[in-house]
């Protein structure tokens, strides 16, 4: 079902055609695997989550266009900085007859029917404002990815109940402080987190890890095997080309 496409930039592909966020779309599929896609759900608007966007809609125009899903505070950006008009044509007004990116606010907590998906969009602990998406396939599968996040992730579990769980970390336990400052996961945050889940929903789903920052992918590597062995969880590092079945 899901396929993490690159941990460069951010971006995962589920079954082809619809994308998490958009950081390597371009520079990791092919133009006919672009022309594919359906539609972006947007985590937030940090650079390294919306970066192929300009590209792809160039790649996509004037024939057809592409949807992107997410929040208020991610139009903004996308409106008033990468699509204005200065650094690339403003792709949501142009072409005029069909403009490359249409952009739709989504609902938190409200399932939202998207390129044949039931996508949930859950708020998420993060620097600036962010979503997760739940995304339930049609045989009922169901993938949580929370784009970046970190500590009090675990006030969203009850409104998820995921076969696997997609999220990040980006900084070994050492860097506890910065992360908790950022907004982002160590292995030790991310422990809490996953006993949380496990108290309030009896299991801990697969889970993978990308946003690894490279600098301390070997430690955070060795701090997450420990993690996992304590837990007694399948919880393993995402790679680029990485594909995932459920």
Same mark, same amino acid.
């Given at each position: 079902m899901?396929?993490?496409?690159s941990?460069?930039p951010?971006?995962l592909?589920?079954?082809?055609?619809?994308?998490?966020?958009?950081?390597?779309?371009?520079s990791?599929?092919s133009l006919?695997?672009?022309?594919k896609?359906?539609?972006?759900?947007?985590?937030?608007?940090?650079?390294?989550?919306?970066?192929d966007i300009? !590209?792809? *809609?160039m790649?996509?125009?004037?024939?057809?266009?592409?949807?992107?899903?997410?929040?208020?505070?991610?139009?903004?950006?996308?409106?008033?900085?990468l699509?204005d008009g200065?650094?690339?044509?403003?792709?949501?007004?142009w072409p005029?007859?069909?403009? *490359?990116?249409?952009?739709?606010?989504?609902?938190?907590?409200?399932?939202?029917?998207?390129?044949?998906?039931s #996508?949930?969009?859950?708020? #998420?602990?993060?620097a600036?404002?962010?979503i997760?998406?739940?995304?339930?396939?049609?045989?009922?599968?169901?993938?949580?990815y929370?784009?970046?996040?970190?500590?009090?992730l675990?006030?969203?579990?009850?409104h998820?109940?995921?076969?696997?769980?997609?999220?990040?970390l980006s900084?070994?336990? +050492?860097?506890?402080?910065?992360?908790?400052?950022?907004?982002?996961?160590?292995?030790?945050?991310?422990k809490?987190?996953?006993?949380?889940?496990r108290?309030?929903?009896?299991?801990?789903?697969?889970?993978? !890890?990308?946003?690894?920052?490279?600098s301390?992918?070997?430690?955070?590597?060795?701090e #997450?095997a420990?993690?996992a062995?304590? !837990?007694?969880?399948?919880?393993?590092?995402?790679?680029?080309?990485? +594909?995932?079945?459920?």
């Open positions: 899901t396929e993490i496409v941990i460069r951010t971006a592909l589920v079954d082809d055609v619809l994308a998490l966020d958009a950081g390597s779309l371009c990791s599929l006919p695997a672009q022309q896609l359906k539609a972006i759900l947007l985590t937030h608007h940090h650079y390294d989550h919306i970066r300009p !590209l792809l *809609a790649n996509l125009s004037p024939e057809r266009s592409i949807e992107i899903y997410s929040i208020a505070a991610a139009f903004e950006v996308l409106s008033t900085h699509l200065a650094m690339y044509p403003n792709f949501l007004r005029e007859h069909n403009p *490359a990116v249409k952009f739709t606010s989504i609902a938190p907590y409200e399932p939202t029917d998207i390129a044949g998906y #996508v949930l969009a859950i708020p #998420v602990p993060h600036v404002p962010t997760g998406f739940q995304v339930a396939s049609g045989e009922g599968k169901k993938a949580f929370t784009g970046d996040t970190g500590a009090g675990s006030a969203c579990w009850q998820v109940s995921p076969d696997l769980l997609i999220t990040e900084l070994p336990q +050492k860097r506890e402080q910065w992360a908790r400052t950022t907004g982002h996961f160590t292995p030790q945050l991310l809490a987190e996953l006993v949380q889940f108290n309030l929903k009896g299991y801990i789903p697969p889970t993978i !890890l990308i946003h690894i920052n490279p301390w992918e070997s430690q955070i590597e060795r #997450v420990d993690v062995r304590e !837990l007694g969880a399948s919880i393993t590092l995402g790679y680029e080309g990485m +594909k995932i079945d459920l």
